[in-house]
């Protein structure tokens, strides 16, 4: 069994929807839809927005579901300038950029005594998702790469900059990391799935109502792709 995690309504409605017979069940405050979708067992959730929800939601489906994976679907902000709104950025790795304990001694980003700075995504799920994207949505670029992820929503240069010079990510955005750090812990495979939603920038605000949407649908057209395809 899937479990797909979606910080907002607008991320996993669609596919909810998609659903064949869901069994809804509520913990801590989230609804978790079990079903199929394309054949393919599943467990649907909206976390809520940011880092501590993320991880509650990911070892909720590890306890409870016994998934045996996890997929991050949702919107960023892009930190490379080729990068462009609407594009699919697919994590190599995740890290959370607001971690700083350098008076310690330890690499931004690293979480104390951890003895790792950022969690691996799985390989194969990268790479299937990467076939599919490109089938599903044959106009959008996908690159794979680093995604930075901290409880903030960066609109702002500065930010965007700080985060780009020391971190060298793809894309940032506020669950990601959370989320893969709660896979690493239970030793199962996870990938963050990125659609480009904003610039990361002054721009951010103004662009998110307006674009919001079209990402949201890449982002949808690629996991069932992904389903159809395992």
């Not at 607008?10 to 199929?36: C, D, I, S, W």
């Not at 790469?145 to 240069?157: E, L």
């Not at 721009?203 to 996991?223: G, I, T």
Request: charged content about 25%; overall charge negative.
């Amino acid at each position: 069994m899937l479990g797909i995690i979606g910080a907002m309504e607008v991320e996993v409605k669609e596919l909810r929807e998609m659903m064949e017979n869901p069994q809804a069940q509520t913990v801590a405050g989230m609804t978790f839809y079990q079903g199929t979708i394309k054949g393919k067992e599943v467990v649907v959730v909206r976390s809520g927005i940011g880092k501590v929800n993320a991880g509650i939601c990911s070892q909720i489906l590890v306890d409870r579901y016994n998934v045996e994976g996890i997929i991050n679907t949702g919107i960023a902000g892009s930190l490379k300038n080729e990068i462009n709104i609407g594009d699919i950025v697919l994590a190599t790795v995740a890290v959370q950029h607001d971690v700083d304990a350098t008076g310690f001694g330890y690499p931004l980003g690293e979480i104390p005594q951890m003895g790792i700075k950022e969690f691996p995504a799985d390989e194969k799920l990268r790479t299937l998702a990467e076939e599919c994207s490109r089938k599903a949505n044959p106009d959008i670029q996908v690159f794979c790469g680093r995604v930075a992820s901290g409880d903030q929503f960066i609109s702002s240069k500065e930010k965007k900059n700080w985060i780009s010079a020391n971190f060298d990510a793809y894309c940032t955005e506020m669950e990601g990391a959370a989320i893969a750090q709660a896979a690493y812990l239970n030793n199962i495979p996870y990938l963050v799935v990125r659609a480009i939603s904003d610039k990361a920038d002054d721009s951010a605000n103004m662009d998110y109502s307006e674009f919001e949407a079209k990402a949201v649908e890449n982002s949808v057209r690629l996991m069932v792709a992904m389903l159809e395809a395992m």
